[in-house]
């Protein structure tokens, strides 16, 4: 499935911002044009919203939440940045796992499973993508998507008169 990626970062964004008022969500795109991904819309969607729910679930004191998108000739890149409680360098080797959590007894009261992460990186690498990690205990984390830009239906749609019509 063909889909303009920035069309479901946007609407990501705001159904989190609306779902998690206590929250202050940014977006800094650098993305000017409309690229297209091949990804279903709805596994977009879902590596999305898992790392967002994780970055609000690990975010106890300081609420934010920073994304941005920036594309270069061959991929788009989108970065979900948190300030929250971060991940130890160990640790971050082995949050993509299976039914991995950092602190059993810790994160039990936060009802996850250890599978949100496993799936985002599956969904991700499933389309040629990739997924990395990149955190500090109690500075934060960041996550970054990359996604192969679709460039032939890129420029099919680039003549379209809206940038963003295609469904
Ligand atoms: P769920 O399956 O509901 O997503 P989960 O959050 O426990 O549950 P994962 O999303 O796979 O599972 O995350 C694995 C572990 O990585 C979490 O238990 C948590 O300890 C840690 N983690 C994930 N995201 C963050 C984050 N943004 N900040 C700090 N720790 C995180």
């Known amino acids: 499935e ?3 990626v920035m069309r479901v970062v946007n609407q990501v964004f705001n159904d989190f911002k609306m779902i998690h008022p206590e929250f202050t969500f940014t977006l ?20 999305l919203i898992i790392l967002l729910d994780n970055a609000v679930k690990y975010s106890t ?15 788009v890149q989108i970065a979900i940045q948190d300030f929250g409680e971060g991940i130890s360098e160990e640790d971050v080797k082995k949050v993509f796992n299976r039914f991995y959590r950092v602190d059993k007894a810790r994160s039990r ?15 991700v690498e499933g389309y040629h993508g990739q ?3 990149e955190s500090s205990v ?9 996604l192969p830009i679709d460039q032939h239906e890129t420029d099919k749609h680039s003549e379209d008169e809206e940038t963003n019509v295609i469904e």
């Not at 800094?28 to 590596?47: A, F, G, K």
């Not at 009261?109 to 985002?120: C, E, P, Q, Y």
């Open 109 to 123: 009261d936060k009802g996850g499973n250890g599978l949100g992460l496993s799936i985002a990186q599956r969904l």
């Open 2 to 4: 063909e889909t303009p």
């Open 131 to 133: 997924i990395s990690l």
């Open 28 to 47: 800094d795109s650098d993305v000017h044009s409309n690229p297209i991904v091949q990804i279903y819309r709805n596994h977009l969607e879902q590596v």
């Open 138 to 146: 109690g500075y934060g984390s960041i996550f970054r998507i990359t």
């Open 61 to 75: 004191k300081r609420k934010e939440i920073h994304i941005s998108a920036a594309e270069d000739m061959h991929n």
